[in-house]
């Protein structure tokens, strides 16, 4: 399964589907000014992202694997 438009990204760690709702460079500058300790964690990254509607996270079952390939890989 391949993604079907550019909208459309995972993350590196985890596979998790997701749409930004803002440039990469806002999104960096939230995460940057998140706590450390709140920075330790890509789950709470991603949650904060997604309670500050940076992103929208899709409850949809498509992940990717490691290397980015949707659906996973046999040697995942």
């Known amino acids: 399964m391949e993604p079907t438009d550019q909208n459309e990204h995972y993350a590196r760690h985890g596979g998790v589907h997701f749409t930004p709702n803002a440039?990469?460079?806002?999104?960096?500058?939230?995460?940057?000014?998140?706590?450390e300790e709140r920075r330790d964690s890509f789950y709470e990254v991603i949650k904060e992202l997604s309670e500050a509607n940076l992103i929208t996270l899709h409850n949809d079952g498509v992940l990717a694997d490691g290397e980015g390939k949707v659906g996973g890989s046999d040697d995942c």
């Open 23 to 35: 440039s990469p460079e806002a999104i960096n500058r939230f995460v940057n000014r998140l706590p």
